[in-house]
């Protein structure tokens, strides 16, 4: 890992797109298994995927309210570090995963929080959802963030935003920051130039200090 920072490029859909976030920077990949999202992968296309990047950066798979039987059937044949679970999972099934879990809620919901003490949590858009690019006031992760949390600030980053959205979380920084359609070009596909942007973006507002006066 390059920063304190997590970076999670979300959603790669082609080896190409992988080796582009790993040559980066990026700490973590999101291979997507949610029916009917444009970013959802085959099992063999993901298999392939993850099998070339083994080692060079941490494989997430994600779903949202899968059966816990096709989850371990996906995971039979792909191997990650990482499940991302996008829906209304329970607290138990979320507990019952074999891998460390990345739970995803709508904004920074304080009680959905503590129904999860064991996972990372990624926070999106309130009411968006996720993969729809849709900023919010990401400042409202601060008391979590505050109080110990593990958090990935999620929904409407992009290079031009994402040192704003880290600012305005003060001295704070977060665990993650997770991006999707903020590094895309048309027909979902990842864009070189974006993902380079949106990580230089992250690692210069993580080592600027925000009680540092202006010179």
């Known amino acids: 890992m390059s920063g304190s920072v997590r970076i999670k490029i979300c959603g790669v859909r082609t080896l190409e797109d992988a080796r582009t ?22 099992i063999g296309e993901a298999a392939a995927i993850a099998e070339s990047v083994a080692g060079e950066v941490e ?3 994600l779903f949202r309210d899968e059966d816990p039987v096709e989850i371990e ?21 979320v507990e019952a995963m074999d891998l460390p879990v990345i739970k995803a ?3 920074a919901d304080r009680e959905a929080a503590e129904r999860y003490p064991g996972a990372i949590l990624l926070l999106d858009h309130p009411t968006g959802g996720g993969g729809r690019g849709r900023s919010w006031p990401w400042s409202d992760a601060a008391p979590l963030l505050a109080d110990g949390y593990d958090v990935i600030l999620a929904g409407g980053l992009a290079p031009e935003n994402v040192g704003q ?12 920051v997770d991006v999707a359609t903020g590094v895309e070009s048309e027909d979902h596909r990842k864009d070189p130039a974006k993902i380079e942007a949106f990580i230089r973006a992250v690692r210069s507002a993580e080592d600027s200090d925000p009680e540092e006066p202006e010179s």
């Open 73 to 93: 059937r996906v995971l039979r044949r792909v191997e990650v570090e990482r499940v991302q679970l996008h829906g209304q999972e329970p607290p138990e099934e």
């Open 59 to 61: 494989r997430v798979a």
């Open 165 to 176: 959205a880290l600012a305005e979380l003060g001295d704070l920084l977060p665990w993650g």
């Open 105 to 107: 809620l709508r904004g």
């Open 21 to 42: 976030a790993i040559d980066a920077g990026a700490d973590l990949i999101g291979l997507n298994f949610v029916p009917g999202s444009p970013r959802r992968l085959e």
